[in-house]
């Protein structure tokens, strides 16, 4: 389980004023708390801007809260208190994720195993798990740099399943992806789950998150405004769609609405 407890982070702009210009800072991320558990799928929605990269790069240990505290715990529900035993537990997946270019997928993951020590005999069985779950069987011996969008997307994907991280942190994983691609990575999703691993995610796809998430956490201007399961906020907002949800919780948070 991950748990954040009031994470905030501070950043520094410049705002011109005439010929003149002034440093401001602002908060990105204001006071944020979450969890997410074991066998849970846990969405993060919010407009452009809102604060979701920046509150995940957080949870992934990509960035330095400002304040604020975080705790991850093994599958066994023991705490993990060294940051190299919390990074290892972590898989985390932008999209910006760099792989490889002149490799092909198997040789990349290959390469992964030999680094987390597995024996050959390990790091083939895992290959051939991923390629199976992710499906890509078709294509897991191109290079890299040949692969289409949805394809380098499964890629950044399998490097996270080799090392068979207990928390999966997931950017927009499916943003501009075609159906097949998106498709296989909600399934494995889906997979993860029912394994009893933790999977949290942002996405601009309400339907999907709709019908992917046990629980949703809404944000607004850094800060957290809604949490519960898609229904709950449904009945909270007297709306049938996640999306209708979306747009009443918005509005009143931003006192103006939000377009997305």
Request: charged residues 25%.
């Amino acid at each position: 389980m991950i748990r954040a407890t009031n994470l905030c982070k501070q950043f520094e702009q410049s705002i011109k004023e005439g010929k003149k210009t002034r440093k401001v800072e602002f908060l990105a991320v204001d006071h944020a708390s979450l969890y997410a558990k074991e066998g849970e799928i846990v969405g993060i929605l919010g407009p452009n801007g809102a604060g979701k990269t920046t509150l995940l790069r957080m949870l992934g240990m990509l960035m330095t809260p400002t304040e604020g505290e975080l705790e991850l715990t093994d599958a066994s529900g023991n705490l993990i208190t060294d940051v190299t035993g919390k990074k290892g537990a972590i898989g985390y997946l932008s999209n910006n994720t760099k792989l490889y270019p002149r490799f092909s997928i198997r040789e990349y993951l290959h390469f992964l195993g030999e680094l987390y020590d597995h024996s050959e005999e390990e790091i083939e069985a895992r290959i051939g798990h991923i390629f199976e779950v992710l499906d890509m069987e078709s294509f897991g011996d191109n290079r890299i740099d040949k692969l289409s969008t949805g394809q380098t997307q499964r890629a950044s994907i399998a490097r996270c399943l080799m090392a068979d991280p207990q928390l999966y942190i997931l950017d927009e994983p499916t943003l501009g992806l075609d159906i097949l691609s998106a498709d296989a990575i909600i399934r494995f999703m889906q997979e993860q789950k029912e394994s009893g691993k933790t999977v949290l995610y942002s996405t601009h796809y309400l339907e999907e998150a709709e019908v992917l998430c046990d629980r949703i956490y809404m944000i607004c201007k850094g800060k957290i405004v809604a949490h519960g399961t898609p229904a709950e906020l449904k009945a909270q907002t007297q709306t049938d769609t996640l999306r209708k949800a979306f747009h009443v919780i918005y509005d009143e948070a931003t006192e103006g609405g939000v377009t997305v």
